[in-house]
T-cell receptor, first 109, second 117 residues
Framework: SQQGEEDPQALSIQEGENATMNCSYK?????LQWYRQNSGRGLVHLIL?????REKHSGRLRVTLDTSKKSSSLLITASRAADTASYFC?????????FGEGTQLTVNP | DARVTQTPRDKVTEMGQEVTMRCQPI?????VFWYRQTMMQGLELLAY????????DSGMPKDRFSAEMPDATLATLKIQPSEPRDSAVYFC???????????????FGAGSRLTVL
């Protein structure tokens, strides 16, 4: 069964808008990762934030981590139609990765 | 680009048949994971290996599933006998962990879509 939850389950926005996805996790983590999955494909790593970090940026991606609340958020700025995909957080404990339920993001042109 | 290769891409079989899925991890990676993805359950961790040793296979139904790494270039997931509820996309992923708390960033294969009739 899945550990952790993501919300929203689905998000539909217009191109150019920002998209924020949230993730809650349950274990003590070494780091937390975000992955993207296009329809019919495998997951692709986007960004990793370590447990001692609070915020991290990569291009149009911004990730925050609040270990006291066991939560993380992924912000995609200036979204594009090509950002349409499912986004998953993965809590990492040791070398084990456990994925959340994912958020389906649709960016309308 | 280095990639994780999974075969078969698609498999349709009848209930009771044996199914074997294969995965070639990225050369040099020391962890291999098997996940199952369905609409209802999302991504479930079935088993994972580090340096070819199984670390955790508690996510697998032991009576019918088995996972092995006969060598560093091959991981297998076998279902015998298969059941309709096993229908899902099975993903293999590999990663490199350099230390006890080292980051393990996974590279996923394209998946094997299994349909059990």
């Amino acid at each position: 069964s899945q550990q952790g939850e993501e919300d929203p389950q689905a998000l539909s926005i217009q191109e150019g808008e920002n998209a924020t996805m949230n993730c809650s996790y349950k274990t003590s983590i070494n780091n937390l990762q975000w992955y993207r999955q296009n329809s019919g494909r495998g997951l692709v790593h986007l960004i990793l934030i370590r447990s001692n970090e609070r915020e991290k940026h990569s291009g149009r991606l911004r990730v925050t981590l609040d270990t006291s609340k066991k939560s993380s958020s992924l912000l995609i700025t200036a979204s594009r139609a090509a950002d349409t995909a499912s986004y998953f957080c993965a809590e990492t404990s040791g070398s084990r990765l456990t994925f959340g339920e994912g958020t389906q993001l649709t960016v309308n042109p | 680009d280095a990639r994780v290769t999974q075969t078969p891409r698609d498999k349709v079989t009848e209930m009771g048949q044996e199914v074997t899925m294969r995965c070639q991890p990225i050369l040099g990676h020391n962890t291999v994971f098997w996940y199952r993805q369905t609409m209802m359950q999302g991504l479930e961790l079935l088993a994972y290996f580090r340096n070819r040793a199984p670390l955790d296979d508690s996510g697998m139904p032991k009576d019918r599933f088995s996972a092995e790494m006969p060598d560093a270039t091959l991981a297998t997931l076998k279902i015998q006998p298969s059941e309709p509820r096993d229908s899902a996309v099975y993903f293999c992923a590999s990663g490199l962990v350099s230390g006890g708390t080292g980051a393990n960033v996974l590279t996923f294969g394209a998946g094997s879509r299994l349909t059990v009739l």
